[in-house]
């Protein structure tokens, strides 16, 4: 074991411009996949949050238990319909970049969505009745609340990103893993580990966590700035 | 409310982009299924950048087991495939989805085991091996994932005269992984496993296995090469898989393969027909 990290360690100082071409690749389908998230998610949660409808509670469950959505499914779902012999197979999307870009997309949109609902609730809490004392429609008091919540929704942003950038199950599965094309982090962790060289695996284990770090600080500091700029 | 618009759209934008570009600018490619042990060890990573220069055709490796990347290939997410496992593969060119199959190279299978040896097999044959490793009911690790490996392991116990449904127990482990998650869970658990040379060679995480049964002509380790037959799938790309195929058993793309080797062993051996 104390071996194996000491490799590990001296393993860091030699990965070369493969690691970093993957740590990119990672970062970017992860990061695209959470914009995605975002775009559909937090517009969907608010809605949810500040609309009265029949059957809203089932709702709500519905959306709660799709966080737990298995990776490897939802892999296997858009493997299926991205194969050539599947209803979207004319693209050629299997095996690509955008393909992994998807699937993140599917496991990241029910977490921000519910998590935003949770926080876009709690604004309502504060806020709701003044609001619907304006006579504002649905859509008009879920912006107001989203731009007053902005702050905790970054958190539900950097779940997401957690959630998309350390999953294998989905991005293995319809990216293939092809060296230099969709050979992501948490894919190329595998692949070492499977070769049993769990040095290396762990040294790029090390370079994952770095890239999470890194993005959890860019998020801390653009928050700070942004609240000092607009209060 | 501008700000969240501004954000939205911004992210929208950076999404489609980030999704569309790389597709845009790519150069001709060709999806290679094939198996674990050609990807993890090393092979692939050896002898694509040598065709890649000579033709400008990029290779997608996809490394899935043999019935799984025939599968792949049947649903036509691949234009070629290269795997071995000769009666899958004979198979697949009887039902049409390739209209032939060319030898491309060998390697051979190995029995592993752990120093100790608990079962007696070293320098047994491999009929006397698989029935000394069930007679023991010495702990045996099974790829079980319907790959090249696992068909021959069943093979295997069949011409040993053993009934692997009926003595299988608690010693028989079925993992239903890759070779190298195979070779670990053996390793950890000092089990017997049959193996590719290739995989065993560049692996790593060997602990205390060792090969104990080798050179038997059964265990020998055919790899063929087939293009997706384009009838039954447009998509498959004819004259670049063509391309990757005829360069394989060309002399020059045979001898790539043949100088591939880790600590001075080769790992494949090439076995084109000439001509």
Same mark, same amino acid.
């Given at each position: ?13 030699? =990965? ?32 949810? @949050?500040?609309?009265?409808? %029949? ?50 997309? *599917?496991? @990241?949109? %029910?977490? *921000? ?20 004392? =304006?006579?504002?429609?649905? %859509? ?30 989905? *991005? ?15 894919? @190329? ?36 700035? *942004? ?5 | ?54 033709? &400008? ?18 649903? &036509? ?107 670990? $869970?053996?390793?950890?658990? &000092? ?7 290739? $995989? ?76």
């Amino acid at each position: 074991m104390s071996q194996t990290l000491q490799e590990t360690f001296s393993r860091l100082w030699t =990965l070369d411009r493969d690691v970093l071409a993957i740590a990119w690749l990672s970062l970017r389908v992860s990061l695209t996949a959470v914009g995605i998230g975002l775009a559909l998610g937090v517009p969907l949660g608010a809605l949810i @949050a500040v609309a009265r409808f %029949p059957g809203r509670g089932a709702v709500v469950g519905l959306l709660n238990t799709f966080m737990g959505l298995p990776p490897v499914i939802v892999g296997l779902i858009l493997y299926l319909a991205l194969s050539r012999s599947g209803p979207f197979g004319t693209f050629g999307l299997l095996f690509t970049p955008a393909a992994m870009v998807a699937a993140q997309a *599917v496991l @990241a949109t %029910p977490l *921000v969505a519910a998590l935003t609902r949770q926080v876009i609730a709690d604004a309502e809490a504060h806020l709701g009745e003044q609001l619907r004392s =304006l006579c504002l429609s649905a %859509p008009q008091r879920a912006g107001v609340l989203i731009y007053d919540a902005r702050f905790s929704l970054v958190t539900a942003a950097l779940a997401a990103f957690g959630r998309a950038i350390s999953e294998i199950g989905a *991005v293995l599965v319809v990216g293939g893993n092809i060296d230099g094309h969709t050979r992501t982090m948490t894919t @190329a962790i595998s692949l070492e580990t499977q070769k049993g060289d769990l040095s290396l695996a762990l040294a790029l284990g090390l370079v994952l966590m770095s890239l999470v770090l890194a993005v959890n600080a860019a998020a801390a500091l653009l928050r700070g700035h *942004v609240a000092k700029a607009y209060g | 409310m501008d700000f969240l618009r501004r954000s939205v759209l911004t992210l929208s934008l950076l999404a489609a982009l980030g999704a569309v570009s790389p597709a845009s600018a790519e150069p001709a490619s060709i999806v290679v299924a094939s198996t674990t042990s050609t990807e993890q060890s090393g092979l692939f990573k050896h002898i694509l950048p040598l065709f890649k220069q000579k033709s &400008g055709i990029e290779v997608k490796v996809v490394a899935l087991g043999t019935g799984q990347a025939l599968d792949a290939a049947r649903r &036509g997410d691949a234009d070629v495939v290269l795997v071995h496992d000769r009666p899958a593969e004979d198979k697949f060119v009887a039902e049409g989805f390739a209209k032939a199959r060319q030898d491309v190279m060998y390697n051979d299978f190995v029995l592993i085991g752990p120093k100790a040896d608990p079962a007696g097999i070293r320098g047994k044959g491999v009929d006397d091996a698989f029935k000394a490793i069930a007679a023991a009911k010495a702990p045996f690790v099974s790829r079980g994932d319907r790959s090249g490996t696992h068909s021959a392991e069943l093979r295997s116990w069949k011409e040993a005269g053993i009934d692997l449904p009926a003595v299988r127990g608690d010693w028989y482990r079925d993992v239903g992984q890759g070779m190298g998650p195979a070779l670990n $869970t053996a390793s950890s658990l &000092g089990a017997y496993i049959l193996a590719d040379r290739g $995989t065993w060679l560049s692996f790593k995480n060997r602990g205390d296995l060792t090969i104990l049964v080798e050179g038997d002509k059964r265990l020998f380790n055919p790899y063929g090469v087939m293009l997706v037959n384009p009838e039954k799938h447009p998509t498959v790309k004819v004259k670049e898989g063509q391309a990757f195929i005829d360069w394989l058993v060309s002399p020059e793309g045979q001898r790539a393969i043949a100088d591939y080797k880790i600590n001075g062993e080769p790992l494949f051996f090439p076995s084109a027909k000439k001509g």
